[in-house]
């Protein structure tokens, strides 16, 4: 029901900024709240922050300060700043809402963009 597309995404050096965009699209009205997640090559993939539809935010402790989650659920930005070279890696976006059934049902979902790579690298 939702399809996400993520931009943004390149090489930097350390201590660089880059903002990546999610944008969504299809049943927009559904969506409950977006994240960006990340996964470094042979680590398991970790949130790093996410925001309600409401527009509460909640960061990874590795990027508080340094990473702000901004927008609303059709468009979401990850403004990273002061990067580092931990923070190599694909980062994809993600929301999760709920749909209506024609009978009414709620089904919970979660969709996922393709990801962006970032590389941090001097």
């Known amino acids: 029901q939702v399809q996400l597309a993520e931009s943004g995404g390149g090489m930097v050096q350390p201590g660089g900024s880059l903002r990546l965009s999610c944008v969504a699209s299809g049943s927009i009205s559904s969506i409950n709240s977006v994240s960006w997640h990340r996964q470094a090559p042979g680590k398991e993939r970790e949130l790093v922050a996410d925001i309600t539809k409401g527009g509460s ?6 990027v508080k300060d340094r990473f702000t989650i901004s ?3 059709a ?6 700043t002061r990067l580092k070279f931990e923070d190599t890696a694909v980062y994809s976006c993600s929301t ?3 749909h209506y059934t024609d009978y009414g049902v709620p089904i919970a979902y979660r969709s996922w963009g393709q990801g962006t790579q970032v590389t941090v690298s001097s």
């Open 57 to 62: 935010t909640n960061y990874a402790d590795s």
């Open 75 to 80: 468009t979401v930005f990850l403004q990273m």
């Open 71 to 73: 927008g609303d659920v």
């Open 96 to 98: 999760e809402g709920i």
